[in-house]
């Protein structure tokens, strides 16, 4: 079965072409970073307009790539939330607007449940149950995967998400946008325990997330050194950041999948490609005797091959959707 899958919920405008869920035929991503990164984050109006003007290149060029005609196509999938919600009705327009002129099946997909399903491409043999980490720029969750289509959110966010932090730490070092990659680049020079930053635990066995906190030791860190006139240790503070984040999104993760009796743990999500928080998963993972599952960063970040394979998975659970279809920005996994 071919599904032409459409994600636009953020600031990457992608189209696919995905085969039985897990061949990845095209992955095309149209990124926007560079227009985003004047403003030192995701514009949502300026999002929402490049979208309209890339959507039908990026779909060309998804089945171009795939050599797939239209008629080849079995059905059409789309990311209908959450996420911006000018960015995911451009999506859902256009999806919605082939599915009708060709008259196949549209597939609404849940862009959590993408992230996640990312794993199945790198990792065709990975079978639910496990417990997955989706850490990116609007989500810090910790998930527990029942099966292919059920889902049940075991940890969020209070406040920020482990991404958003990132970004916004990242444009007070002056280090620019997206902040992820930036903050683990000045880590690498930095020493990660120069600065005892603050690991907030929510409550007794609490496994939801905070990073507000977190962020506003980094700025009051930053401040304080300036009315001293002391020098800001850039790299340091990255690393000390990084180590904050890291070891508070492992640490909960490790805990859910004790609590879910789990013998699989998967990460997802564009925080996901970060390579220290890999490494010290893996490593926590090892200790505790989880089996460890990750996508590669391509299929981290924003992409259209996890809606696609989502978008399988779901149409054969008979999750199909008609021409009332609308965008949800803050949809329930
Ligand atoms: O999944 P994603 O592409 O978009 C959302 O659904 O939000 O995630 C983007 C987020 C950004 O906040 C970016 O700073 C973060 O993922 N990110 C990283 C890394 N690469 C991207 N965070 C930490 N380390 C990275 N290497
Ligand atoms: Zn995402």
Redesign the pocket.
């Known amino acids: 079965m071919k599904i032409l899958a459409i994600e636009s ?2 600031d ?1 405008t992608a189209a696919a072409v995905v085969e039985d869920g897990t061949i990845v035929l095209s992955n095309i991503i149209n990124t926007q970073i560079d227009l985003h990164r004047l403003y030192g984050g995701v514009v949502p109006e300026i999002a929402s307009r490049q979208h309209i003007e890339n959507i039908g290149g990026v779909v060309d060029m998804a089945l171009r790539e795939s050599k797939t005609t239209l008629d080849d196509l079995d059905a059409v999938a789309v990311t209908y939330g959450p996420g911006l919600i000018g960015a995911l009705l451009v999506g859902v327009s256009y999806a919605k607007g082939l599915s009708f002129s060709l008259g196949k099946p549209l597939i609404p997909v849940h ?1 959590i449940r993408a ?1 996640i399903c990312a794993n199945y491409i790198e990792t065709p043999e990975l079978e639910p149950p496990f417990v997955c980490l989706v850490a ?4 810090s969750n910790i998930v527990y995967v029942k099966s292919r289509t059920e889902y049940e959110v075991i940890a969020s966010t209070n406040d920020d998400a482990a ?2 932090a ?2 916004k730490v990242s444009r007070v070092l002056g280090l620019g946008y ?4 930036a ?2 680049k000045a880590a690498e020079k930095g020493d990660k325990n120069a600065i005892r930053f603050p690991r907030v635990n929510m409550g007794e066995g609490g496994l939801d997330f905070s990073f507000s906190g977190v962020k506003t030791a980094v700025l009051n860190y930053i401040h304080n050194c300036d009315q001293r006139g002391e020098e800001i240790r850039t790299n340091d503070i990255a690393a000390s950041f990084q180590q904050a984040v890291i070891d508070v999104l492992s640490d909960h993760l490790i805990e859910a999948a004790k609590n879910c009796r789990a013998d699989k743990i998967a990460l997802a ?3 996901a ?3 220290p928080l890999r490494d010290l998963i893996r490593e926590k993972s090892e200790k505790s005797g989880f089996k460890l599952f990750y996508p590669k960063p391509l299929l ?3 992409n259209a091959a996890m809606v696609g394979c989502a978008a399988y998975y779901e149409y054969l659970n008979g999750n199909t959707a008609d021409m009332t279809l609308n965008a949800y920005a803050n949809l329930k996994i």
Not at 178 to 181: F, S
């Open positions: 919920s953020c990457e862009h992230h990116s720029g609007g989500h991404g958003e990132f970004d997206p902040g992820g990659p903050i683990q999500g564009g925080v490609s970060n390579l981290c970040t924003d």
